[in-house]
């Protein structure tokens, strides 16, 4: 399953975040701690961390919700960008890894 797998894993818990994520984000974006323009944050955390982008979705209010991460040293984050291009800066975390777990039979809850 790789990377689907893990999609539907972290799908639950972006799930949850984007319901929040207009909300955080504006307050990020005031304060402006943690926000920046996107490619500077994408540079940042590919050079402090070594982490690249493993997937992406769409929030609340077009947001665009990605999870960065480094399978080396499992360190991740998790962005939101607005439109006009504004980063910021939603979670990050350790132990990151990729799952391949099987689906639920059919007909089955998870």
């Known amino acids: 399953m790789g990377r689907l797998g893990m999609t539907f894993k972290l799908g639950s818990l972006l799930a949850g975040m984007v319901l929040n994520v207009a909300s955080v984000t504006t307050a990020t974006a ?3 701690r943690n ?3 996107h490619d500077t944050v994408v540079a940042r955390l590919a050079e402090g961390y070594g982490e690249t982008r493993q997937m992406m979705g ?3 209010n077009n947001a665009i919700v990605e999870v960065f991460a480094s ?3 499992g360190s991740w984050t998790i962005t939101v960008t607005v ?3 504004l980063t910021c800066l939603v979670a990050s975390g350790q132990a990151f890894e990729v799952l391949a777990e099987a689906k639920p039979a059919k007909g ?3």
Request: one cysteine or more; a negative charge; proline letters at 0%.
């Open 58 to 60: 769409l929030g609340a």
């Open 71 to 73: 399978e080396q040293t």
């Open 83 to 85: 439109a006009g291009g």
């Open 30 to 32: 005031q304060i402006g």
């Open 108 to 110: 089955k809850d998870a």
């Open 35 to 37: 926000c920046a323009a």
